[in-house]
């Protein structure tokens, strides 16, 4: 393989279906559980990059999840829930260690992998293998802490083969690329993508600000990380002596809104390698910094345009990465705007 | 940052992830003669049941009033608790579940101390030239074929198989069948029929831990309890319960009743015979850093008799003492079972 | 102290008796009155004595909105304190967002803090604490009539915030890996970034579910909903809201504030939506798919919602027009969903007898392998057909007639034909 032959420059879109992870955390934030941060995705999609080596001529851009089953280890009785907790060994004096309280689930992902390949893998069969590979090494890592399994037997024709798929990438063939895009999302039917709704909080944030000048975006995270309903008068109709009746509306959601974890914000000096005391490693700046929080949505895959949309990135200033002060992932799916047509007005009697 | 003191210190960050990275073990119901076609059997689901509890718990002082304990007894706490049984037309449990070996032994997933890591790394491999992983190994792979792992499910069951296969591409490649009852869970010495399977399984686990690819491994273990008879799978730990009135929580994956992971975890490590008490009889403890065995509320390797894996480790690495070879043993297999082994609390 | 003051440092000298004249007094209640402790109890509680003495133990404590313990407990590493109106500000939520209001937390001996709680009384607006950092001469007079021992036992408070030691992590704490470089294989492109938790900001919320859920006002909220009665403050309900227990039965040994939160750590609920294959069946019995459908959860709620945002008379805009098609969309999202999940069965299934109801398009729709021959219109007649169940969701009292059935039927064909095409574009 020369040189040139190994640098990746031709965009591709991988697809690794069906991954089941068991006990993976989720205690996804300190005020957020459920399905595991972002943040844990697009650490796995670096372990990756680090673990297939700077030699395997495919380099990841982006991480998009699929989730086609969520089994939370909690209690479901009751108002609130509490976590299935697991008990450490005992101390050395023979007695109970403390329980750390820790949520586990198991997750059944497909993940997609905006990527770069290099010329070397310009054949299908060269393809088919990287992607075996890139699977198998999978198989052996941890994802948001927990284990990579072997699927469970699901349905007959399921596939949890690994696509690995050249792309369009010429502005000329959109039309094209979007064409693939949308065939291979269908196959990950049923499911839910999690994407970016950073739109909702401002907009929340806007609206209670109207109201009240001082209400801040953790009030707008809140109020649409919730159901409120509150109470409607109805007039009574005319001509009738009924009184005016009230009912409690619940407020419209615009979809399966969530709040999550989006990546995080320093709350330190960028501290030089080795002055931190117990630090992971001696030669890496490191940063105390805390939690940021927006919205996601969940959505079904089919919904989705282009893979841009799907994938999430890690944004950091490359130029000025001690100055830039929020680490963050993002996602560039934006909901559709609607398109004014006639029958608005038919459909409005 | 001038290093003014040579001595070789422990890394204050120093972890290790798991290398025996088994699933959570699934429940099946099937007949013992149709142990070939196990695939089509029936998922064993959990149920609930009513009991009426009697006053068993010990009494606060303020209810030993006679006519309180008689009222106390006429109200029997009615509660609920999980059971799970395979159905009256089958006769055997099926627990299945893969398991999957890590290479990279002895590689720590965090080390903050360049120096400690290069020291590490060299006697591992030291010990690995040396040895190799085969005494692990074998002890591992004993713990599959005699079905320790099956716990309560072993005891009390006329016959038990285990069919260990070889994975890859989702295919088995070797299929491996024992006997597990004829194999002891008091030693590893296999028996003369059993011997050579024994000793593929092993070294298979043997190159998986030394590799630089996992191997994965499919186990299903055949134990004929009887129709009709409560099989045990692993229960809840809640300890918020609430308003529920429910005393026992069983495990289920999506509805069909299972083993968790750490449990078949812990049996497939109980592999310490080298700590102080051994000859005693209690047999074979799971390889904790303190021997600790959390049923016996007890800890076999205290500090106090410097053979902790603590103590091991650091006169091992520090101070280039190597324990004995059995010693050595427990040590690398503490490194398989991982964990956040980090010298910070002493700093 | 035993020059006669005047003015603000009279007010701050007196300020500081008072208080721990209460203080006294709570112990001395609890005491016999010829209980020899007393007289000891009233040396501690000289205002010299006592001051100085809390100058020493102030070291015991350190004020935080940012700890390690809740991390793990048996992390040991820097805690910080950084007032949230000094922390960049951002969209996104986090500790900056509580603006200058917030309740400052204390980690270390729970037996010192009463130290904190002396720091936190308040003269004119400012905390002892504040008064202390900018090292005030009058509550130096307030303290001591010796100003160098002023000025050293101001100091000793004003150290309540800074971090005890040099800063440090742990083996226990959280550190992750963030690539800043452009290659992820350059051990130099990465920053190490560790997570504390913010006790302050976290503490807001609790506030804020706690009152929702159980205030006085959110409970007669309740009731008048329940009752279907007017009240002005709306309902919140958290749904699917998880407990997590910090400290378990010690929370006091995370903090102070975990301790008033009695350990409870409140997680707001980010599941995914679910399907569980062990729901999908056959359709068996049943004359229409729609009716199999129409008893998922979120079908209902979505037509329920359509039906009432309907009859709430919209006016004819672009908004409405949005959350119109919102709210088809979702139910046709649901039909997309749904017939992927009945795809997983074994194609075939619908040539059991138990189907023979079933309209040929829809067991053509829904079964790869379907007996009988596939009308040609089969999206035309399943987009018809869920125009037709929707409409019947909404006719009544709705006036609903053609103009609205051609527009669901024109949604549905969209998304079915788009979902459909890509599938014979595949194959």
Same mark, same amino acid.
């Given at each position: ?144 802490? &927990? ?6 037997? &699901? ?50 944030? *806007? ?12 009030? *707008? ?74 919205? &996601? ?53 | ?347 | ?30 005491l016999a009155e010829d209980d020899p402790k007393r007289v000891s109890l009233r040396e501690q509680f000289v205002p010299s004595a006592w001051i100085e003495d809390a100058a020493r133990r102030v070291g015991q404590i350190q004020a935080v909105t940012h700890s390690l313990k809740p991390i793990h407990p048996d992390a040991k590493g820097s805690s910080l304190f950084l007032e949230p109106g000094s922390l960049a500000s951002l969209v996104e939520v986090g500790s900056h967002s509580l603006g200058i209001v917030f309740d400052t937390d204390v980690v270390g001996n729970a037996a010192a803090l009463d130290v904190y709680k002396f720091l936190k009384l308040r003269h004119e607006g400012q905390s002892l604490l504040t008064l202390a950092i900018a090292a005030d001469a009058d509550f130096g007079a307030a303290l001591t009539d010796d100003p160098i ?279």
């Amino acid at each position: 393989m020369s040189s040139e032959d190994n640098v990746p420059e031709h965009r591709a879109l991988l697809v690794l279906p069906h991954i089941r992870v068991q006990n993976a955390n989720a205690i996804s934030s300190p005020m957020t559980w459920g399905f595991p941060a972002i943040t844990a995705f697009t650490g796995l999609m670096t372990a990756l990059e680090r673990r297939l080596g700077r030699d395997a001529g495919i380099a990841l851009y982006g991480i998009g999840v699929v989730c086609h089953r969520f089994d939370a280890q909690v209690t479901t009785s009751g108002y609130t829930r509490t976590f299935h907790l697991t008990r450490n060994p005992v101390l050395v004096d023979g007695s109970s260690a403390a329980i750390v309280e820790e949520g586990r689930a198991h997750l059944d992902v497909t993940l997609v992998f905006d990527v770069q390949l290099a010329g070397a893998y310009r054949g299908d069969a060269e393809r088919l293998a990287l992607a075996e590979r890139v699977a198998d090494e999978l198989a052996g890592m941890r994802l948001a802490g &927990g284990s990579v399994m072997p699927t469970l037997v &699901g349905p007959t024709h399921w596939s949890t083969r690994p696509v690995l798929e050249l792309v369009p990438d010429d502005d000329s063939q959109l039309e094209e690329r979007r064409k693939q895009f949308r065939g291979l999302m269908r196959r990950w039917l049923p499911g839910f993508a999690l994407v970016s709704r950073d739109d909702l909080l401002q907009t929340r944030l *806007a609206e209670l600000r109207a109201d009240d000048p001082k209400a801040s975006a953790l009030d *707008a995270w809140l109020d649409l990380s919730r159901w409120n309903a509150r109470a409607v008068e109805r007039p009574a109709k005319q001509d009738s002596d009924q009184m005016p009746t009230v009912e409690w509306v619940t407020d419209p959601r615009p979809g399966w809104i969530v709040p999550i974890p989006v990546g995080f914000a320093a709350l330190s000096d960028l501290h030089p390698p080795g002055t931190i005391r117990g630090a992971r490693d001696a030669s890496t700046p490191f940063r105390f910094v805390e939690t940021v929080w927006s919205m &996601g949505q969940w959505i079904s895959p089919h919904r989705i345009k282009c893979l841009e949309d799907l994938v999430w990135v890690t944004d950091h200033d490359p130029e000025h990465p001690s100055e830039h002060t929020l680490y963050r992932c993002r996602n560039a799916y934006r909901p559709p705007a609607p398109v004014p047509t006639d029958l608005t007005h038919d459909i409005q009697h | 940052m001038v290093a003014t003191d040579t001595t070789l210190k422990t890394a204050s960050v120093l972890a290790f992830e798991r290398k025996l990275d088994p699933s959570d073990g699934l429940l099946f119901a099937g007949d013992w003669s149709q142990r070939d076609s196990s695939t089509a059997w029936t998922p064993i689901t959990v149920r609930e049941k009513s009991v009426r509890g009697t006053i068993s718990n010990r009494l606060k002082t303020k209810d030993q009033d006679p006519a309180k304990l008689d009222a106390a007894i006429e109200n029997p706490n009615l509660q609920t608790v999980d059971v799970a049984m395979l159905p009256a037309d089958a006769d055997t449990l099926k627990v299945s579940f893969t398991l999957r070996v890590l290479g990279g032994t002895g590689t720590p997933s965090a080390c903050n101390n360049a120096d400690y890591r290069a020291k590490l790394l060299s006697t591992v491999k030291g010990y690995a030239d040396a040895n190799g992983f085969g005494e692990l190994g074998r002890r591992y792979a004993h713990n599959l074929a005699n079905a320790r792992f099956l716990w309560r499910n072993r005891l009390g069951a006329e016959q038990v198989e285990t069919r260990v296969q070889h994975l890859a591409k989702g295919q088995a490649i070797t299929t491996w069948t024992f006997d597990s009852l004829k194999l002891s869970l008091r030693d590893f010495d296999a028996t003369a029929e059993a011997e050579n399977d024994l000793q593929a399984v092993a070294d298979l686990i043997t190159e998986g831990l030394a590799g630089k690819t996992h191997v994965l491994l499919q186990v299903s273990s055949f134990a004929r309890v009887g129709a009709g008879q409560e099989v045990y799978p692993s229960q809840e730990l809640i300890l918020d319960k609430g308003n529920s009135k429910k005393s026992k929580t069983l495990y289920d994956v999506q509805g069909v009743a299972g083993i968790h992971s750490q449990k078949l975890g812990n049996a497939l490590r109980t592999i310490d015979t080298w700590y102080p008490d051994a000859g005693e009889g209690l047999g074979p403890i799971a390889v904790e850093p303190y021997g600790s065995v959390t049923s016996q509320g007890r800890a076999y390797r205290q500090p106090k008799q410097k053979v902790d894996f603590y103590t091991l480790l650091d006169r091992w690495l520090l101070k280039d003492h190597a324990p004995d070879l059995e010693q050595q043993h427990y040590v690398m297999a503490n490194l398989i079972r991982g964990g956040v082994f980090g010298d910070a609390e002493k700093a | 102290m035993s020059t006669p003051l005047t003015g603000r440092p009279a007010e701050l000298r007196s300020l500081i008796a008072d208080f721990l004249f209460e203080r006294l007094n709570a112990k001395l209640e609890k005491l016999a009155e010829d209980d020899p402790k007393r007289v000891s109890l009233r040396e501690q509680f000289v205002p010299s004595a006592w001051i100085e003495d809390a100058a020493r133990r102030v070291g015991q404590i350190q004020a935080v909105t940012h700890s390690l313990k809740p991390i793990h407990p048996d992390a040991k590493g820097s805690s910080l304190f950084l007032e949230p109106g000094s922390l960049a500000s951002l969209v996104e939520v986090g500790s900056h967002s509580l603006g200058i209001v917030f309740d400052t937390d204390v980690v270390g001996n729970a037996a010192a803090l009463d130290v904190y709680k002396f720091l936190k009384l308040r003269h004119e607006g400012q905390s002892l604490l504040t008064l202390a950092i900018a090292a005030d001469a009058d509550f130096g007079a307030a303290l001591t009539d010796d100003p160098i021992t002023a000025q050293a036992w101001m100091a000793a408070f004003a150290g309540l915030a800074k971090p005890r030691g040099k800063l440090s992590s742990h083996a226990q704490a959280k550190q992750i890996y963030w690539p800043v470089g452009s290659d992820p294989h350059d051990d130099g492109d990465y920053h190490l970034l560790a997570p504390l938790y913010p006790t302050s900001l976290v503490h807001r919320v609790y506030q804020a579910v706690q009152e929702d859920r159980f205030s006085e006002d959110a409970k007669v909220a309740r009731k008048a909903r329940k009752a279907g009665e007017w009240h002005e403050r709306p309902v919140h309900e958290y749904s699917n809201l998880a407990v997590q227990k910090l400290g378990g039965t010690q929370p006091q040994n995370i903090s102070q504030l975990n301790s008033e939160r009695r350990g409870d750590n409140c997680l707001l609920a980010s599941l995914p939506p679910v399907w569980q294959s062990l729901t999908v069946k056959p359709l068996f019995g049943v004359k229409s798919l729609f009716n199999v459908y129409h008893r998922r959860r979120e079908v209902r709620t979505h037509a329920r919602e359509l039906r009432r945002f309907l009859e709430s008379n919209p006016a004819s805009n672009l908004k409405t027009r949005q959350r119109l098609d919102e709210l088809v969309n979702a139910l046709l999202d649901e039909l997309i969903q749904f017939t992927a999940e009945v795809r997983t069965l074994d194609a075939g299934w619908s040539r059991d007898p138990q189907c023979d109801q079933l309209p040929p398009a829809h067991s053509a729709w829904l079964d790869p392998d379907a007996a009988n021959v596939h009308p040609d219109d089969v999206i035309e007649r399943v987009a018809s057909d869920f125009a037709h169940w929707l409409n019947a969701q909404l006719r009544d009292p709705l006036p609903m007639g053609d103009p609205e059935y051609l527009y669901w039927c024109k949604l549905a064909r969209e998304q079915i034909k788009e979902y459909e095409g890509e599938i014979s574009h595949e194959q």
